[in-house]
């Protein structure tokens, strides 16, 4: 009897821990959906407003670009037209026509394109630009910005072989005719270089278009905890589309005609154990003739102008900073030296900021001011106090590897003070004149990315009053 009592007992028990099982999984469910409701329902709406404002950004500087290389284009057309007409007006009806024509038109599409028309996926595969589509269309969020500025790119694309056309065909006409050389060898050398720069300008924007922010990668972060957002990548995502994979998860189905990387390795393995002792040997052999040849078209393609290097080019350097943005060239530094202290006057030291501005090849010019502090007279007597504030500008040229010289003019206050009003007395200013040379060292670093010693010769310094240092030497740090 009490065996049995004791059975039920623990039955009911277990039952009882069951229905509590199930509801607790029912409510961690709930609970679940819930949170992930939340986190939609909290998505920061900053987020939207700074993928808004960084494409409109981006859509403004592409604009405008390839406007500016569009019309550089029409008119050095125009000129050419005019110098080849007076020798060959035939030759120059054939060699522009239709034109000018078809340049007005890639500048009205260039301007007035709105993205539309849904655009097919070509190119490599942008991962970021598909999310960030993928979540305003998820959040029901405008995404017409982006569409823009997905046509925009499209639309540089297309003038961008325009003007890689346009440089084939005046390139042949100048190999066909012994004079032609003469009157548009100039004009077509500067077609060439337009033609590589607008396409380094362009790959630059798609990397931009392509490079999320911290911001950006926190809120995709976020969304990709949730499920629904997964699911619905999967059935409206690029490669979705692409592909055809369904949203139910059947992407072996659709992807059942392409070839795995297993099968090919199989299938290479066969070829060669077919062939005998000698078949590795036949297909290296037949991949080196395959390269070569690859070589060989390779080599042509740059002969007629269809590369996008400047092989054909021999006396061009490209400018690598020419096709970045402004704040890209921005240069940020800091930079210290310390002189030695007198009877009448304290241990310094120069406290430097720079911003330099990159002018390409090694080159920059910029602008900086400094703020002398005062140590004291010794370890036995320390004690802080400004001694002195500087503006300076700056001028780096590159000489060879890591050398530069350095040119410079600054105003010192160099003058102890304890109120920013003593430093209206303009006669308490005085000039410095600096030339040097400077050694670079690349650093690892992710904030420190360059060490900078300069040895520089301050030509003014024989005549000031009380006389100051005639040689400078600075460290500093570019970030």
């Known amino acids: 009897m009490y065996k049995k009592l004791t059975l039920c007992l623990v039955a ?45 950004r981006l859509d403004a500087q592409l604009t ?30 054939r060699l522009f026509a239709g034109s000018e024509e078809r340049c007005a038109a890639l500048l009205q599409k260039i301007k007035t394109d709105t993205g539309n028309v849904r655009l097919r996926v070509s190119g490599p595969y942008q991962a970021y630009v598909d999310s960030v589509q993928g979540m305003l269309a998820f959040l029901k969020k405008d995404g017409r910005a982006m569409q823009q500025l997905q046509g925009k790119m499209a639309d540089a694309g297309e003038v961008k072989n325009y003007i890689q056309e346009r440089r084939q065909q005046v390139g042949q006409y100048i190999a066909q005719h012994a004079n032609a050389e003469a009157i548009l060898g100039k004009a077509y050398t500067g077609m060439k270089q337009d033609a590589y720069y607008y396409s380094q300008q362009l790959q630059e924007y798609k990397n931009l278009f392509n490079d999320p922010d911290k911001l950006e990668r926190k809120a995709l972060a976020q969304l990709n905890q949730l499920p629904a957002f997964q699911a619905f990548m999967k059935s409206h995502s690029q490669l979705a589309g692409l592909f055809g994979v369904p ?48 070589d060989s078209y390779k080599g042509k393609l740059e002969q007629l102008g269809g590369g996008n290097g400047d092989a054909d080019i021999p006396s061009f350097r490209p400018n690598e900073q020419k096709t970045k943005t402004f704040f890209r060239r921005l240069e940020y530094g800091a930079n210290f030296q310390t002189t030695r202290g ?47 504030v500087g503006l300076r500008s700056f001028l780096e040229v590159k000489l060879k590897g890591s050398f530069s010289a350095t040119g410079g003019f600054e105003y010192n206050y ?28 690349s650093m690892r670093g992710r904030v420190l990315k360059k060490t900078k010693m300069q040895l520089l010769w301050d030509f003014f310094s024989y005549s000031q009053a009380p006389r100051t240092q005639a040689l400078v030497f600075r460290i500093g740090y570019n970030f």
């Not at 329902?41 to 404002?53: A, G, K, N, T």
């Not at 920059?364 to 106090?385: D, E, L, M, R």
């Open 12 to 56: 009911l028990l277990c039952l009882a821990g069951m229905v509590c099982s199930a509801q607790s999984i029912d409510s961690g469910s709930v609970a679940g959906a819930a949170n992930g409701a939340n986190k939609v329902l909290s998505f920061p709406s900053r987020v939207f407003e700074h993928v808004q404002q960084r494409t409109a």
């Open 64 to 93: 405008r670009q390839t406007e500016k290389y569009l019309e550089r284009m029409a008119k050095r057309e125009a000129r050419l037209k005019a110098r080849l007409s007076k020798v060959d007006s035939a030759g120059a009806q």
């Open 247 to 294: 949203g139910g998860g059947g992407a072996a189905r659709a992807l059942a005609g392409l070839q795995t990387r297993d099968q090919i390795s199989q299938q290479v393995q066969q070829q060669v154990t077919s062939a005998g002792s000698g078949g590795m040997e036949s297909l290296q052999s037949q991949l080196g003739e395959g390269k070569a040849q690859l």
């Open 342 to 388: 007198s009877y009448y006057f304290p241990v310094t030291t120069d406290l430097g900021l720079s911003l330099g501005y990159k002018l390409g090849r090694g080159n920059v010019i910029g602008v900086g001011a400094s703020y002398k502090v005062g140590w004291g007279s010794g370890f036995n007597h320390i004690a802080f106090s400004s001694q002195g």
């Open 414 to 441: 160099a003058t102890p003070f304890s109120s920013f009003q003593q430093l209206q007395q303009l006669e308490r200013w005085t000039k410095s004149g600096l030339i040097g040379v400077s050694k670079t060292v």
